[in-house]
């Protein structure tokens, strides 16, 4: 015991000299190089040997005597303390090929599962907004007005679906801009999309069940829904919009979901006699009807239309809104909408799972709404992302025009641009890359006949006006040089031919 | 039309005439009183039938047209759209007695697994920290800090765990302060407790596995679990806490989860040879370990244990930490240490499953924990906490001493108490209410015999020193009261005896 600590001691070492100890005979205990049973030196003749302060061997030994690493026993001296017969053992060769401590299956499918790209900014991010322009200066205000002793029912945990005064500044503001049928007690506040739509997942199906979702679609509903157990099957979708009554439902089929205001990532707006017909539809097959209304703020050509959630009459239809895109992606607060013979059920189970708080943020998400900040954003932001949407249809027109189609609604912070057949795809997005550019790449369903190597979604939220040239300038470089590298790669005389 | 107008518009209303013509003709189409094809009058006859502005009657009808409701025929007049053949029906009757839209199996199980209290402050409403004693204004300073257009990169979403500041943050507190054996890598940064328990349920179990839990145990496991599919079966807990070689093991267990340091509820600390013990079983049953470290800050008899995780060669602990408890509730912040060879799989799903954000919060904290205000923190609610325990126990002890034991780790927010079998447990809670006074329960798994009808959690981490006297003085009120209304019931003749 002194040659192991005369060995193993710094007294160099920054760290103090009575931790230096505790880990030496810890450690020591633990490998069963100090037996079970065998008596330690004292502290005094300790200190004499490592020529240190005998209150520091006393310290060490007390903390190692607390822990049950040694014992004592009255007037006898100190004990290595019975532990384990053998040592607990060395870490197996590598944790690495240890293969019988594996993830789930469901933990393994995962990494299969569609997800988000690493990228947050930038040309051409999809899905987020111009936090550039957001007005920090009062957030930050509105947030410090609650984050204090004031008011200290903000600091604990949030129960029944959120805040009060945000359910009733959301609901207010949907039942004007969004038609949307609802009173506050149907609000449920969560973390953003993900989470409402884990929500949904969970209370509405049960696994083995499945969910419909338009093909394309957004990445974050096949993952969520499958990470809760569903199945997931894509429905058609043309120039109206979702097709729900010539997809194919499934037996065990619970949910569907549709963006009708501007269908990610195509961009079509659903007309009203194919809401009403899907609402029929859904009906006739008793599905719940998820409607993600992510973007409807941002339509540049008039109102948007009004919420599928305001022509439902079962109370089938769960409204999904966002704050990510209207405010900034970070600020992670959503709701749901919620049939009201579902508002209990939904607002315990969002605080028995995720057991919610952050009212501070929610307080201050309702004063930036009702005091007018909210609306006088999207206005502003409203004209902004107008420009940089005519000017982005304008430069890819310009450059690309004649291998690319665009989607026409002008709407939303996305313009999805389908190529023409001889691009490669793969190519395309490798030499957008080394020009600094991201594309992002519509989410199909498996086992549909896709068009996905032909389309990308270009997101111009946080991308400046001014950058927007030069962003498709890079892009077109980066799609004049995938094409040369076709074709010389097709005049390769190894080349079989296509 | 005119008709329907005329007899449906009000002019008194403060809704603006162009909405309300709006929404008559809309539902009106909907529910087919007017039918498709229907010609309508037009705007200008309109306007003089009905006295009001031509413009309005013009604005409604565009408005109309747009969303689909309304078509117009070139020179020709405005017409009822075609849209569905029959009408959309009305609503069912009555909703909630509308059986076929239903929860899911495991959304209605869900309102029968255990949850927390609905009060979250009060004498003596357990797991919550003090908040008035946090200090909101340096945490206030720090959030504006990050809530600028300094770093944008803040307002976006969160990949790869969490912010690398806040991560180094944390592995550097938990190597120093609780032995655990860790790289900033490993820390994954969730919104607490719930979604960290969320995340391995999904990661490292499939629906049908068995998770043991601690019985009694915190109810977010529980719940948790069986949320995400898997089988709950409790561990024998015993005066060394979890005994798991002596507890049933069920095939297909893949998880058992534990709290060394400060059992909850019952405040038995494990010692070292039962870590020991419970890790080589675990290695034993090739189980996934989760220690729930919740309350570690806050020993009042010298430093706690160091964490298990920091025992395991294996690579097989999942440790649990939480910001809950050392800040305030609401916060919302918490963290697992993840076996390095899992930190990738854990990110990676923590990105596609909850997409994090809230980066301001993450950046604040790490400056927190950084410029010492954290360790500053803790150190002075462990002074205050720890004189709110003594006199807790002290009250407890000379008002219901001989009728109550008490647990005895000086440790956390709370304090075990076991009453003695004459005292009716459902009469304590209802009495106790009755003074204003909240009795945690301990949440048991069923099919173990328990003692839940003699036991209670008494958190005092909300409730200032000055307060806790009184509040023993009315919780002994209630109990007195609940033994004489026993004794009474005893007495009346009617009563068939135990």
Chains 1, 2 share one sequence.
């Not at 239809?317 to 992606?329: E, L, R």
């Not at 490669?424 to 550019?437: D, H, L």
């Not at 190597?453 to 991308?463: A, D, Q, S, W």
Request: net charge positive; proline share 5%.
């Amino acid at each position: 015991m002194t040659d192991l600590l005369l060995k193993s001691l710094d007294k160099q070492s920054s760290h103090p000299m009575q931790k230096q100890i505790y880990d030496i005979v810890r450690f020591a205990v633990l490998d069963h190089t100090l037996i079970s049973g065998q008596k330690l030196p004292s502290s005094r003749a300790l200190a004499s040997d490592l020529k240190i302060s005998r209150i520091t061997i006393s310290l060490a030994y007390d903390r190692l005597i607390a822990e049950n690493y040694l014992i004592t026993r009255a007037g006898n001296g100190t004990y290595v303390a019975p532990t384990l017969k053998q040592p607990l053992g060395a870490a197996p060769q590598s944790i690495h090929t240890q293969h019988s401590m594996q993830l789930s299956g469901r933990g393994s499918q995962l990494s299969f599962l569609p997800g988000g790209m690493g990228h947050t900014t930038g040309a051409f991010v999809p899905g987020v907004a111009d936090s550039q322009a957001f007005p920090f200066h009062i957030w930050k205000r509105l947030i410090a007005r609650h984050l204090s002793k004031g008011n200290l029912a903000l600091s604990g945990y949030a129960n029944h679906g959120g805040l009060s005064q945000l359910r009733e500044a959301i609901a207010g503001y949907l039942k004007i801009s969004r038609s949307v049928n609802c009173e506050p007690a149907q609000i449920i506040i969560t973390s953003g999309t993900h989470q409402s739509v884990d929500l949904c997942a969970r209370l509405l199906a049960d696994v083995g069940d499945t969910a419909i979702v338009e093909n394309p679609c957004h990445w974050a509903f096949p993952t969520v829904f499958a990470a809760s157990g569903l199945e997931v099957a894509g429905g058609n979708v043309n120039d109206y919009g979702l097709d729900l009554e010539n997809s194919y439902v499934p037996p065990r089929t619970k949910i569907v979901v549709v963006t009708p205001s501007h269908h990610y990532p195509t961009g079509v707006v659903m007309p009203l006699s194919r809401r009403l017909e899907l609402l029929q539809s859904a009906r006739a097959h008793n599905l719940w009807v998820i409607e993600d209304d992510y973007d409807s703020e941002f339509r540049y050509d008039g109102a948007p239309l009004p919420s599928l959630q305001g022509l439902d009459n079962d109370g089938r239809v769960i409204y999904i809104g966002t704050f990510s895109k209207a405010m900034f992606a970070g600020v992670r607060m959503g709701f749901l909408v919620v049939p009201s013979h579902l508002s209990k059920a939904f607002s315990r189970a969002s605080t028995k799972l995720f057991r919610p708080g952050a009212l501070h943020l929610q307080a201050a998400l309702a004063d930036f709404i009702y005091e007018g900040h909210f609306s006088q954003h999207i206005r502003k932001m409203r004209g902004e992302y107008s420009s940089r949407q005519d000017l982005l249809r304008f430069s890819l027109e310009k450059s690309l025009g004649d291998i690319v189609r665009l989607s026409s609604a002008r709407a939303g912070l996305h313009v999805f641009a389908q190529f023409s057949a001889d691009v490669n795809y793969q190519s395309v997005i490798n030499e957008s890359k080394r020009e600094g550019i991201f594309l992002g790449t519509p989410c199909f369903v498996k086992n549909i006949p896709a068009l996905e190597n032909r389309c990308f979604v270009l997101g111009f939220g946080g991308v400046p006006l001014e950058k927007i040239e030069t962003g498709v300038q890079s892009l077109t470089t980066a799609v004049s040089r995938s094409i040369d590298g076709e074709r010389s790669s097709s005049s390769d005389p190894s080349d079989l031919g296509r």
